[in-house]
């Protein structure tokens, strides 16, 4: 599949197949979760998570594969390892990208069952849009008044959540009332 989508991603990912940068095996008292983690030494990411033979495995290894090719291509290609690193603010853009980039190699994964998998992948993909948009927004409103407090912090949160979001509102309303 990563040979298929550039020769750039094919030669991260043989890389990484080749030094065996990967750990997908869950096994007892092994921690949960999955992450991408970089060796700068080596100039090498590694790839980290526990396969349960679900779908969730393929959003897995795309969405950490993606975090993986930033590091791998831009530590080969810009003169300081400090360059090398996305920030906070766009680190989920490589890893959200990779996976709808797969999205023609699903059937490869999920045979018939393919159509289901890019609905319902997609449909969460879009349904994070308001929730990204709102943390953005937080963001430049909070830098925009460098004196506001945590309370200010909470009012800027509940307005943003009321416009981009309003159905959290509106069940944060009726809980409290």
Same mark, same amino acid.
């Not at 990912?13 to 092994?30: C, I, S, W, Y």
């Given at each position: 599949?990563?040979?298929?989508?550039?020769? &750039? =991603?094919? &030669?991260?990912?043989?890389?990484?197949?080749?030094? &065996?940068?990967?750990?997908?095996?869950?096994?007892?008292?092994?921690?949960?979760?999955?992450?991408?983690?970089?060796?700068?030494?080596?100039? +090498?990411? *590694?790839? *980290?998570?526990? $396969?349960?033979?679900?779908?969730?495995?393929?959003?897995?290894?795309?969405?950490? +594969?993606?975090? +993986? $090719? &930033?590091? #791998?291509?831009?530590? %080969?290609?810009?003169?300081?390892?400090?360059?090398?690193?996305?920030? @906070?603010?766009?680190?989920?853009?490589? @890893?959200?990208?990779?996976?709808? $980039? +797969? #999205?023609?190699?699903?059937?490869?994964?999920?045979?018939?069952?393919?159509?289901?998998?890019?609905?319902?992948?997609? =449909?969460?993909?879009?349904?994070?849009?308001?929730?990204?948009?709102?943390?953005?927004?937080?963001?430049?409103?909070?830098?925009?008044?460098?004196? @506001?407090?945590?309370?200010? /912090?909470? !009012?800027? /949160? %509940?307005?943003?959540?009321?416009?981009?979001?309003? /159905? %959290? @509102?509106?069940? %944060?309303? !009726?809980?409290?009332?």
């Amino acid at each position: 599949m990563y040979e298929e989508m550039s020769p &750039e =991603t094919g &030669e991260f990912f043989n890389f990484m197949t080749e030094h &065996e940068l990967f750990d997908f095996v869950t096994r007892e008292n092994k921690h949960l979760g999955g992450y991408c983690t970089f060796m700068p030494n080596y100039k +090498a990411p *590694f790839i *980290f998570s526990n $396969f349960n033979g679900t779908s969730a495995d393929i959003d897995v290894l795309t969405h950490e +594969a993606g975090h +993986a $090719f &930033e590091a #791998y291509y831009a530590s %080969r290609r810009l003169p300081l390892m400090s360059q090398a690193f996305s920030t @906070s603010e766009i680190n989920e853009i490589h @890893s959200m990208t990779m996976e709808l $980039f +797969a #999205y023609p190699y699903m059937e490869r994964f999920f045979g018939d069952k393919t159509g289901k998998y890019l609905y319902a992948h997609f =449909t969460d993909a879009i349904k994070t849009i308001p929730y990204l948009v709102s943390v953005d927004e937080f963001q430049h409103r909070v830098f925009e008044n460098p004196g @506001s407090t945590s309370a200010d /912090w909470r !009012r800027f /949160w %509940r307005e943003i959540e009321a416009k981009y979001m309003p /159905w %959290r @509102s509106s069940a %944060r309303s !009726r809980s409290t009332a």
